[in-house]
């Protein structure tokens, strides 16, 4: 199964800086057929990206995906208070599906 | 709209069965294409796929856990339920039920999830 490796574990930064989240495959993902959720404290996780850069329905044009292969990139343009969270990617080409280990957005 | 909900019970004890049921409301899992699983997270763990069932009653499972899961549905409830046997500690975990995508093996609608404590 594809291993999918996120970083950095976790990331500080203030409001209105740029994030950028890091998804690295095992081997290279079908189709680029990766998604990113986002999953708030109590939450059940969000889907934010799928095909690796179009935003799911309702998703502020502040997130963008990017990243073809075996490397991917989710990045929020300007963090608000709202965007704490654990993001994931997820890997939806090949069977079983595989999720990373997630990454942690703190807002200072 | 799509809604899905999660029940089952918050506690079970090692070597247990749990049965966990998924009742949806805004699509039809008798309609081509339509796709339902569940997937399950530790406490302050990652997320980790478990089984789906498809609208013509394929099955697929997690490699892992293959010999201890079962996923059916019920079209006529609208529901979808899971069992997993052989419950251990290391099983407690929040079990989440999900809608697979049209095209792609993501999960477009989620439920809240069902915290489930192993535990005697």
């Known amino acids: 199964e594809i291993v999918l490796t996120q970083s950095p574990g976790t990331l500080s930064l203030s409001p209105g800086e740029r994030a950028t989240l890091s998804c690295r495959a095992s081997q290279s993902v079908i189709d680029n057929c990766l998604v990113w959720y986002q999953q708030k404290p109590g939450q059940a996780p969000r889907l934010l990206i799928y095909g690796a850069s179009s935003r799911a329905t309702g998703i502020p044009d502040r997130f963008s995906g990017s990243g073809s292969g075996r490397v991917f990139t989710l990045t929020i343009s300007r963090l608000e208070p709202e965007d704490c969270a654990v993001f994931y990617c997820q890997q939806c080409g090949s069977t079983p599906p595989t999720f990373g280990q997630g990454t942690k957005v703190e807002i200072k | 709209q799509v809604t899905l909900r999660e029940s089952g019970p918050a506690l079970v004890k090692p070597t247990q069965t749990l049965t966990l049921t998924c009742s949806f409301s805004g699509f039809s899992l008798s309609t081509t294409g339509e796709c339902m699983g569940w997937i399950r997270q530790p406490p302050g763990k990652a997320l980790e796929w478990l089984a789906r069932i498809d609208w013509d009653d394929d099955q697929f499972y997690n490699t892992s856990l293959r010999t201890r899961l079962t996923i059916s549905k019920d079209t006529s409830k609208n529901q979808v339920v899971l069992t997993m046997t052989n419950m251990d500690p290391v099983d407690t975990a929040t079990y989440y039920c999900?809608?697979?995508?049209?095209?792609?093996?993501?999960?477009?609608?989620w439920g809240r999830g069902i915290l489930v404590t192993v535990s005697s």
């Open positions: 999900v809608r697979k995508a049209r095209k792609w093996n993501y999960f477009d609608f």
